[in-house]
């Protein structure tokens, strides 16, 4: 399972978020997701299972296929649940 993390640039918030997610799928004990991050212009449907984005580009990002929207990309107990969600929902967990 792939997972993309996409933000405007490509480098910070998206990098962040792909790092907090790692930090959640190790403490749920999943070790059989990648994750990546990539600017919005760049991300391409076929290029994850999953896509996390920030709610500032939502729209933008609504073509890509299944979009993970966070209202806030600093909220580790929002990114936690849903990602948790996500590994129920793919039967990660």
Same mark, same amino acid.
């Given at each position: &399972?792939?997972?993309?993390?996409?933000? +405007?640039?490509?480098?910070?918030?998206?990098?962040?978020?792909? &790092?907090?997610?790692? #930090?959640?799928?190790?403490?749920?004990?999943? #070790?059989?997701?990648? @994750?990546?991050?990539?600017?919005?212009?760049?991300?391409?449907? +076929?290029?994850?299972?999953?896509?996390?984005?920030?709610?500032?580009?939502?729209e933008? +990002?609504?073509?890509?296929?299944?979009?993970? @929207?966070?209202?806030? %990309? %600093?909220? &580790?107990?929002?990114?936690?649940?849903? @990602?948790t969600?996500?590994m129920?929902?793919? +039967?990660?967990?």
């Amino acid at each position: &399972m792939k997972i993309l993390t996409v933000c +405007g640039s490509g480098l910070g918030t998206s990098f962040m978020v792909e &790092m907090n997610i790692n #930090t959640i799928l190790s403490e749920l004990g999943i #070790t059989d997701v990648e @994750v990546n991050h990539s600017d919005l212009s760049s991300a391409a449907p +076929g290029d994850a299972d999953v896509f996390f984005l920030a709610k500032d580009i939502a729209e933008g +990002g609504s073509h890509l296929g299944e979009v993970i @929207v966070l209202e806030s %990309i %600093i909220d &580790m107990d929002e990114l936690r649940e849903k @990602v948790t969600q996500v590994m129920k929902d793919k +039967g990660k967990i």
